[in-house]
């Protein structure tokens, strides 16, 4: 649509707007107070002003030259930086930062902390924090050398430079937002590693799980793709931790999928609370009693695995809807025909699509 200006041909209209603008932005409250201070002054004296403002004759005559100085502007009393036209300046004494330089071109991974310890043994008096700020002021003017990450490339033995590459910023879940919660839960057994891919509704509380073989992205966009077909109703956002096994085809596959990728903070396993406490379910009431066919036969493992997730969803109580199985508390809510669709199809196809990786 477009809009046109009524007052376009109006003489004087954009320097009106121009000033409203100004006095409305620029013009601060305090400035609008000094300016009626010094109309009263003018009228009615000092005497009365100070009694009335409190304002002392010295600080009258320094507002009207600043608003003289302006040329008559009301921005002219607004309240100037009160900062020290003088700062003082660290000073650093040439042994200290000499003694500084040295340690770290020798042992560039220094700390404040170990240079503090290593310069009082030699008499220093300051403290870490000092330290610290020398060590600001100094990489500021470059006194301090720069490490440089160097990396052996294989295919022509060079050592190349490494250079920081910049991170992409990871999305963060609203707070009660819907999501699918996905973790990994990593087993050792007699020398054998095998690596179970769980996920949680966190609204509907069902739960899918598949064991794999390697800890890739490609086997978690494989479990990502099962569990959006076995998942009824399945949330249109995900949530993992950061790991490795939940990038580049994992995102890949959630962005083709529809789905938000969202993060958790580091070291912040709270975060994904639901899917942790189903792990260790899974690990009480599943884990511990198939460890020699985890170990042996990860493929009749997973058959196994379906038969007791099918239990999970379908029969067993769950505290948080009351004592009821996740799916059983979803039937009141839906149709007769989408009641049919969901876990007796599972199991008939279940067996054949975990193709391990």
């Known amino acids: 649509m477009r809009q046109f200006n009524k007052f376009r041909s109006t003489k004087g209209f954009i320097s009106l707007w121009q000033e409203m603008i100004r006095f409305r932005y620029m013009i601060t409250e305090q400035a609008k107070q000094r300016c009626r201070v010094l109309a009263f002054w003018e009228r009615h004296g000092n005497m009365a002003t100070k009694e009335a403002f409190g304002v002392s004759t010295r600080t009258l005559y320094r507002w009207q030259s600043?608003?003289?100085?302006?040329?008559?502007?009301?921005?002219?009393?607004?309240?100037?930086?009160?900062?020290?036209?003088?700062?003082?300046?660290?000073?650093?004494p040439d042994e200290v930062s000499g003694c500084i330089m040295a340690l770290r071109a020798t042992y560039p991974r220094l700390g404040k902390?170990?240079?503090?310890?290593?310069?009082?043994?030699?008499?220093?008096q300051g403290s870490i924090s000092t330290i610290g700020r020398i060590l600001a002021d100094l990489k500021k003017v470059g006194k301090l050398p720069d490490p440089v990450k160097l990396s052996l490339s294989a295919k022509t033995g060079r050592l190349i430079e490494r250079k920081p590459g910049k991170r992409k910023k990871k999305l963060r879940r609203p707070t009660g937002y819907r999501v699918l919660e996905v973790d990994t839960v990593v087993r050792f057994i007699d020398g054998m590693k095998r690596y179970i891919i769980t996920g949680v509704d966190t609204e509907?509380?069902?739960?899918?799980?598949?064991?794999?073989?390697?800890h890739g992205s490609v086997s978690a966009a494989d479990f990502l793709h099962k569990i959006k077909a076995v998942l009824p109703e399945c949330p249109s956002a995900v949530q993992t931790d950061n790991g490795s096994e939940f990038a580049l085809h994992f995102a890949k596959a959630a962005e083709e999928s529809g789905l938000t990728h969202f993060h958790t903070n580091p070291r912040s396993p709270k975060m994904n609370a639901h899917v942790e406490r189903f792990n260790?379910?899974?690990?009480?009431?599943?884990l511990?009693?198939?460890?020699?066919?985890?170990?042996?036969?990860?493929?009749?493992?997973?058959?196994?695995?379906i038969d007791w997730?099918?239990?999970?969803?379908?029969?067993?109580?769950?505290?948080?809807?009351?004592?009821?199985?996740?799916?059983r508390s979803m039937m009141p809510l839906l149709l007769t025909k989408?009641?049919?669709?969901?876990?007796?199809?599972?199991?008939?196809?279940?067996?054949?699509?975990?193709v391990l990786r």
């Open 66 to 92: 600043s608003l003289t100085q302006s040329g008559g502007k009301l921005e002219g009393l607004n309240a100037k930086s009160t900062a020290p036209r003088g700062r003082r300046k660290r000073r650093i």
């Open 309 to 327: 997730l099918l239990w999970y969803n379908g029969e067993r109580p769950h505290y948080a809807l009351g004592q009821v199985a996740p799916l």
């Open 113 to 124: 902390d170990k240079l503090h310890a290593l310069l009082a043994m030699e008499g220093y």
């Open 288 to 305: 511990r009693y198939h460890r020699e066919l985890l170990r042996d036969d990860v493929r009749m493992f997973n058959e196994k695995l």
């Open 338 to 354: 989408e009641c049919q669709m969901w876990w007796t199809q599972v199991r008939e196809s279940g067996n054949s699509e975990f």
């Open 280 to 286: 260790r379910t899974l690990d009480e009431e599943f």
């Open 204 to 214: 509907k509380r069902t739960a899918f799980a598949a064991c794999y073989t390697n």
